[in-house]
């Protein structure tokens, strides 16, 4: 058995309090409100209790304190599988993605995409980054309310675009940017085929599993066609990842060789670059998008962002992003199926659980986070991050968010971006609320703002060069 440190005695997942109503009704909850549902459940049975989802995960221990997070997230690859606990997302991502994968093979394959995400060869997107922005504000309109997150997604799906397949044709990357939101944003009539394949009823184009398995296959055509073509050229001149033509994930995957000097199959390529460029879009824009909301909700705090801004400074509005994230994150919970009896928090916790952490509810805490409600960047300066496992929004351990780095960046470029060139105001004073789509909790009216003014460019270079 796995044994966490600092516990005295220790009790059995079965005495652990949980709502004893049916567990369809518990997952359909979760799946309407998802913050909401972990922080009213911690409200009333504390900081450990269980759940059950009958159509996805069975049973369930939700631990919501950072020393329970800091356990979970510390436990052996082995131990703690975080693939099988994603396996909902196989109808997108597809069955070899590396957020499906577990211990070694996971390792392989995560090894290899983290290669264009290190931190010295993101900069060069950064000018690209900024420029897509600019183009975007340029025809925004004065005084008419407009929402912000779709024009975010528009700027991160351009840039992932860029980082993953480099894109060549531009008309087969338009028709792909066209399809891929069926696989976050999943019609509610596809959902049961997500959990069960009794869902997976193809009754024709127009059944809603039938729409959604023929938009996926047309996604899966458009890769699998640039797959093709980027092996021809591979053959041809071997990419030199050095040289910016080639310095894309699909580049530097078609490189690969597995101990046997096979290539990676077509079926690999296919779900890890679906993969990055599904989780590489929809969350970091939707974070930017939250960013804004705030930040037209707190004038004092945006003051002092654009004075910081001016003065050529960045670290307030690192502080004005990581605060987002705390009381904003667009994923609600992570999650890891136990492979063996596991001891959290005083806990025994049977093989076969899944062990969820909830960082809606962690961000929330008062002891770590005095007047949780609060929208207070100050929180993160001057030495007062509490750090470690209290903010979470990217996860953490052997599977924190391969693209942390890569979402910083375009967050502070295009939050600095658009202070700069134009002046914002909230269409309504009231907070947007926290909505459901898909995977990911964004602002319930699209993040909607309306530019005042547009201010005259600032004097200072722009960021790196274009690619
Ligand atoms: C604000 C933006 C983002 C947020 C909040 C976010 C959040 C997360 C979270 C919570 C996880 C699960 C971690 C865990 O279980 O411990 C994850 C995994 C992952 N994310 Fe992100 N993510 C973001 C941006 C990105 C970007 C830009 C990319 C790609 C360029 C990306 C690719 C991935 C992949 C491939 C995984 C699976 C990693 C693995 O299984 O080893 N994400 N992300």
């Known amino acids: 058995m796995n044994v966490s440190s600092g516990a005295v005695s220790c009790s059995d997942y079965g005495s652990l309090p949980g709502p004893r109503g049916p567990g369809v009704l518990q997952q359909l909850r979760w799946m309407s409100r998802q913050h909401t549902f972990w922080n009213d459940h911690a409200a009333r049975y504390g900081p450990a209790y269980r759940v059950h989802f009958p159509f996805m ?7 919501t304190t950072p020393s329970a997070a800091k356990t979970v997230l510390r436990l052996k690859p082995s131990v703690a599988h975080a693939g099988e606990a994603y396996k909902v997302l196989e109808q997108s991502a597809g069955p070899s993605a590396v957020i499906l994968l577990d211990e070694d093979e996971h390792l392989r394959m995560r090894k290899l995409i983290l290669s264009p995400l290190h931190g010295d060869r993101l900069a060069r997107w950064e000018g690209f980054c900024e420029e897509r922005t600019l183009q975007a504000v340029e025809s925004w309109p004065i005084g008419t309310p407009m929402r912000l997150r779709p024009i975010t997604e528009q700027i991160s799906l351009a840039v992932i675009l860029k980082i993953v397949f480099g ?3 531009p008309a087969r990357a338009d028709e792909l ?11 509610l009539g596809a959902a049961p085929g997500y959990f069960h394949r009794f869902g997976r009823i193809d009754l024709g184009p127009r059944s809603p599993w039938g729409a959604f398995r023929r938009k996926r296959d047309r996604i899966d055509e458009l890769v699998l066609a640039e797959v093709a073509d980027r092996r021809a050229e591979f053959a041809r001149d071997r990419g030199d990842e050095a040289d910016e033509a080639h310095a894309d994930l699909l580049s530097m995957l078609l490189a690969q060789r597995d101990e046997q000097g096979r ?19 929809e969350t970091t824009s939707t974070s930017t998008a939250w960013a804004i909301e705030r930040l037209v909700r707190h004038p004092e705090v945006l003051a002092t962002l654009k004075a910081d801004l001016a003065r050529g400074e960045t670290t307030y509005l690192d502080a004005v992003i990581k605060e987002t994230m705390r009381c904003r994150p667009v994923v609600a919970q992570i999650a890891r199926r136990l492979t063996e009896e596991t001891e959290i928090d005083g806990t025994r916790i049977p093989a076969g659980t899944t062990v969820i952490i909830p960082m809606a509810v962690i961000h929330r805490d008062p002891d770590v986070y005095p007047d949780p409600d ?5 929180r993160f300066l001057d030495g007062n991050d509490p750090g470690g496992y209290s903010w979470l929004p990217f996860g953490g351990g052997v599977r924190r968010c391969p693209g942390a780095s890569l979402a910083l960046l375009e967050m502070r470029v295009i939050i600095r971006t658009i202070l700069e060139r134009v002046e914002l105001s909230p269409d309504r004073d009231e907070p947007e609320q926290q909505v459901v789509r898909g995977v990911t909790i964004v602002p319930s ?8 003014r547009r201010l005259p460019a600032p004097a200072r270079a722009p960021a790196g060069a274009t690619v």
Do not use: K, N, Y
């Open 57 to 63: 995960l069975g049973r369930i221990a939700v631990f």
């Open 167 to 169: 894109v060549r044709d």
């Open 177 to 187: 940017s066209g399809l891929l939101p069926v696989l976050f944003d999943i019609p």
């Open 263 to 281: 290539p990676l199959t077509d079926r690999e390529l296919r779900d890890q670059l679906v993969t990055m460029l599904v989780a590489g879009h």
């Open 374 to 378: 609060a929208f207070r960047p100050e």
């Open 445 to 452: 009216r699209g993040g909607r703002v309306v530019v005042e």
